[in-house]
């Protein structure tokens, strides 16, 4: 049975509020003439900013940090603040993206529907591209916040870099292994886990922390926080599985990449390595698990039981 909490959200609305209050606020906090000239670099960060990404990473951010903050004083320097934030999150993922199209990574023309940033723009442009949108998550923690303290840009920081560092480039290099020494479950699970949940986990974090520090004293929410972080890890992983599946069952005009790639590719995946029921499985399992995580802490969260769901059943 549904708790009250997880009624009630009509998400496919929710995630379109949001993505365009992330749109709006990049727009704003990229007005400015130093992201505009050269316009050889900051056309190409644009063109992967703004290409119809689902920000499923910014939006977890939101969303924990308004379930959070519901109904206590929320401020508006604050929402700003997580805003940001929201966005440093979607600039990592984009600029993964970006990388990980090019052709000595997973080699891709094609990604959400349009040609990938190395064929519109070329590979060393790419290249600068991504290094640039990285920088800028981390400049606009530490430039476009207007209220979070000293200590919560330092924990986001923390949160990012690790998710990167730990997570994505050494999910990345495993993944580059031959397939004959990561065909196994436990192999494709720790790689899911780094390049993909890891960040997911820091984006639930990133908005718990702005939430958190503003209800210091609050050890419910302290307490709260480990099952948020596992809350993310599951959904994280969940996400990867689905990925794959959609890899396998799902078509490139929907996906808006190549599909069929990995098993072209030769590579590893969940359906390949367990089968595409299991996968589903384990994806329904682990996305129950999240949501049990939830029901462990005192705060009402519809809204991201209705994303671990959508997470699961998302068709692109
Ligand atoms: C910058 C040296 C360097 C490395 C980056 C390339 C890389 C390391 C990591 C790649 C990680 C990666 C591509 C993971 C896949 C995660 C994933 C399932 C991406 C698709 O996410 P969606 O569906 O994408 O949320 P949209 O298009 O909606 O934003």
Redesign the pocket.
Known sequence: MPTKAEFNINIENYLRVQRDLIDRHFKTLLDDNKYTNPKELWDPVKYSLFN??????GILCLATYESIIENKLSCEDIDYDCKTVACSIELI?????I??DLPS??NDDF??GKPSNHKAFGEATAILA?DAM?SLAFQLVAENTKKISKEQKNEIVKFLSRAFTLG??P??ILDLLPIKEKNNLKTIENIATL??AELIKASVMCGASIANKYEANNPDIKKALSHIESFGLKIGVA??II?DILDVTSDTKTL?KTSGKDEKQNKSTYPFVIGIESSKKMAQDLVLDAKSELKRIPIESPVLYSLADYILNRIS
Not at 52 to 57: A, D, E, F, T
Not at 93 to 97: D, G, I, Q
Request: charged share 30%; no cysteine.
């Open positions: 119809g990404g689902k920000r499923v990473r993922h984009a600029m993964s993206l990388h990980d990574m997973d990604r959400r991504g990285l994505l480039v999910g990345q390049k993909t996400f990867q990925d808006g």
